[in-house]
């Protein structure tokens, strides 16, 4: 027994050598993804449910990273946001995203990115965002920020600062994974936002129990009672969006109507701009 334990803790600690060794390079390599031009976006377009019309689009980050194929944000970003590089990198997503939302001016999209908790504590971070805006040339309502429910509702007050300066600046701010924190009416009352994300876990159990249905039932009420616009996230299935448009959400996002892909890719098809 003494012997297997011993093997046992020697392999664990080889294991945890590779994994703080891994997360070195990662960090390592991050620092020069900016720089490197390694970053990429991908666009995910958000749909009308009642004719799929494109309302919008979310920019969605990836890092090719040399020798390790296209990363998913679940690989790097948690070191980002550890690490303090996440605002060097939000920094480039936002202005990617604004230059691109200029580029499909004639889409008349709205273009949706995703804000870290560590952006909105720095106490800049709302006025970087205007100076992007005045750079590019996009209107201010074009583009939303989308902010988790726990970040949303904390009472840290850079935080309430940023999204107070964002809203009088005219940018939409949207509640990003709504379901998955612990936020009051009373406090979904007082946040500056127009849009209400609808957690992709609640979706993805949609039509699979009554509970489900009725959860997302209440949600929808509740937001449309306070005035915000519904998008459901990762609807993959016709009867998701059948639900979801006979529960009265207004929009849709997932893998039903499109993958998350390049500028390039989606100018396929979104001419028409409403997604077959
Ligand atoms: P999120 O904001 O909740 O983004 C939606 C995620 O759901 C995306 O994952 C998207 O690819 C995925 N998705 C969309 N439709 C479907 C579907 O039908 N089925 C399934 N299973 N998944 C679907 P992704 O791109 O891996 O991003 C993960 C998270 O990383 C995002 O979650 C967001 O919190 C964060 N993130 C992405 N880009 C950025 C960024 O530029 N900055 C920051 N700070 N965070 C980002
Ligand atoms: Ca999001
Ligand atoms: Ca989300
Ligand atoms: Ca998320």
């Known amino acids: 027994a003494k012997t297997g334990a011993r093997s046992q803790f020697v392999i664990f600690d080889d294991d945890m050598q590779q994994r703080v060794a891994g997360r070195l390079a990662t960090e390592h390599a991050l620092r020069n993804a900016v720089s490197n031009e390694e970053l990429v976006l991908h666009y995910q377009p958000i749909v009308a449910l009642t004719d799929r019309r ?31 590089l ?5 920094a480039w997503v936002i202005e990617t995203a604004c230059r691109q939302a200029v580029a499909w ?38 583009l939303i920020m989308e902010i988790t429910e726990s970040t949303l509702v ?19 701010l949207a509640i990003d994974d709504f379901g998955t924190g612990y936020s009051s009416f009373a406090s979904l009352r ?21 509970a489900t249905t009725a959860i997302v039932g209440a949600i929808i009420n509740m937001g449309h009672a306070l005035g915000l616009g519904i998008v459901a996230e990762g609807v993959e299935r016709a009867v998701q969006a059948q639900l979801l448009h006979a529960l009265g959400c207004d929009a849709a996002q997932g893998h039903l109507f499109a993958h998350p892909q390049p500028a390039a890719a989606l100018e396929r098809y979104l001419p028409a701009t409403t997604i077959r």
């Open 54 to 84: 494109l309302l919008g689009t979310e920019a969605l980050l990836r890092w090719e990273r040399p020798g390790h194929g296209l990363l998913i944000p679940d690989a790097f970003i948690p070191i980002a946001e550890e690490t303090r």
């Open 86 to 90: 996440i605002q060097t990198i939000d």
């Open 105 to 142: 001016d004639h889409l008349e999209a709205t273009m949706a990115v995703n804000l870290s908790a560590r952006d909105l504590q720095q106490p800049d971070t709302a006025d970087k965002i205007s100076d992007v805006l005045r750079d590019t040339g996009l209107a201010a309502r074009r």
């Open 154 to 172: 904390s009472d840290d007050a850079t935080v309430a600062a940023n999204l107070a300066r964002l809203h009088a600046l005219g940018i939409q």
């Open 190 to 210: 007082q946040l500056p936002a127009q849009t209400l994300k609808i957690d992709r876990s609640f979706i993805s159990r949609l039509g699979d129990d009554d």
